[in-house]
């Protein structure tokens, strides 16, 4: 079944503890995606990545870092992680920018 | 900076009433205009992708156009199940910026029998 993987889909963590949030696709895609979703701010782009070892920033990259070392994963790492940063992240992944892209379940932050 | 707003928020309808949600948006070189379906707990599903002006798209009760300003989600004699939120998002730009995706806040749809 094609799918995008995210793991953990829940994670209670306090500040300044580094945390990892992995991200794995089955479909050979080479664009993927991580967004935020906040409530009346909708879902905001935080980095892209059009094929391995290509990454770039999107509209919210600060606090966050990405890698993308194999095609089919695309880990987000907060290195520091502060309140500001509890959320709902979604990573997403397309054949290419401009086509389509399947999204996972979310994975629910929450920074104490 | 690219823009895009939807209306309305929020919108009720009984069983079988038609209606459409707009999708305005701000861009410079439009490359794609993407409806997405949203359930609670999970992430968007994609329904329809639009690029360029007097294009439309039909699935189902949904049909999907779209002008040089705007995009419109009309939903024909909707059901119980058309329930969700229904988010657009543009991918515009000329150069690596065009790989960005901006999305609407959304509206939330709820058909009642």
């Known amino acids: 079944e094609a799918q995008v993987t995210q793991n953990p889909r829940y994670l209670i963590t306090v500040t300044g503890k580094k945390l990892t949030v992995t991200c794995s696709q089955n479909?050979?895609?080479?664009?993927m995606s991580w967004y935020r979703q906040d409530p009346g701010l909708g879902l905001r782009q935080i980095y892209y990545s059009m094929n391995v070892e290509v990454t770039d920033k999107g509209d919210v990259p600060e606090g966050y870092k990405v890698s993308r070392k194999e095609k089919r994963n695309f880990p987000l790492i907060l290195e520091s992680p502060s309140p500001n940063q509890t959320s709902l992240y979604f990573c997403?992944?397309?054949?290419?920018?401009?086509?389509?892209?399947?999204f996972g379940d979310g994975t629910r932050l929450s920074i104490l | 900076e690219d823009q895009v707003t939807q209306s309305p928020e929020a919108l009720r309808l009984q069983e079988g009433e038609s209606s459409s949600l707009n999708c305005s948006y701000t861009v410079s070189g439009l490359r794609g205009l993407f409806w997405y379906r949203q359930d609670p707990g999970k992430g968007p599903e994609f329904l329809f992708t639009l690029y360029s002006a007097g294009e439309e798209k039909e699935k189902e009760r949904l049909k999907a156009t779209l002008t040089k300003k705007e995009s419109f989600l009309h939903i024909t004699a909707p059901k119980p199940e058309d329930s969700a939120t229904y988010l657009c998002a543009v991918r515009a730009g000329y150069t690596g910026t065009a790989s960005k995706l901006t999305f609407g806040t959304g509206t939330r749809l709820q058909v009642t029998l």
């Open positions: 479909m050979n895609h080479e664009y």
């Open positions: 997403a992944s397309s054949l290419g920018a401009n086509q389509p892209q399947h």
